[in-house]
């Protein structure tokens, strides 16, 4: 009698667990920022969007302090990153406060691109 090469579930199981959990959305984090890159308070930029959002003027936004995704912090300012979320990310501001869950069928917000110095 031959014997059985079935796998154990367990271990199946445990390797589809370990596939998986790398599936899920990147972490990125959201910084408001001014023209130089300088990181300003998330108070600035959703005060700024109020603004933008009552006057609905022509008026582009890059003289108001806007949103960074990712992007490096480094004595106050945020260099690279982008003015679009990774579709699908996790977003969450410096202090931890999660503003998407990501996932699929996520999106993000904003335009651009930023890359300040």
């Known amino acids: 009698m031959k014997k059985s090469q079935m796998v154990p579930a367990v271990f199946v199981g445990s390797v589809a667990a370990t596939i998986l959990s790398g599936c899920g959305p990147s972490t990125e984090t959201r910084h408001c920022v001014d023209n130089s890159g300088r990181e300003l ?11 933008r959002n009552e006057r609905r003027t022509g008026v582009s936004s890059h003289f108001y302090p806007f949103w960074i995704y990712g992007g490096s912090r480094r004595n106050g300012f945020i260099s690279g990153g982008s003015r679009t979320a990774t579709s699908g990310a996790r977003v969450v501001t410096p202090s931890g406060r999660v503003i998407s869950n990501g996932g699929f069928g996520s999106t993000g917000s904003g335009r651009g691109f930023f890359s300040g110095g």
């Open 41 to 51: 308070s998330d108070e600035a930029c959703e005060q700024a969007e109020k603004e």
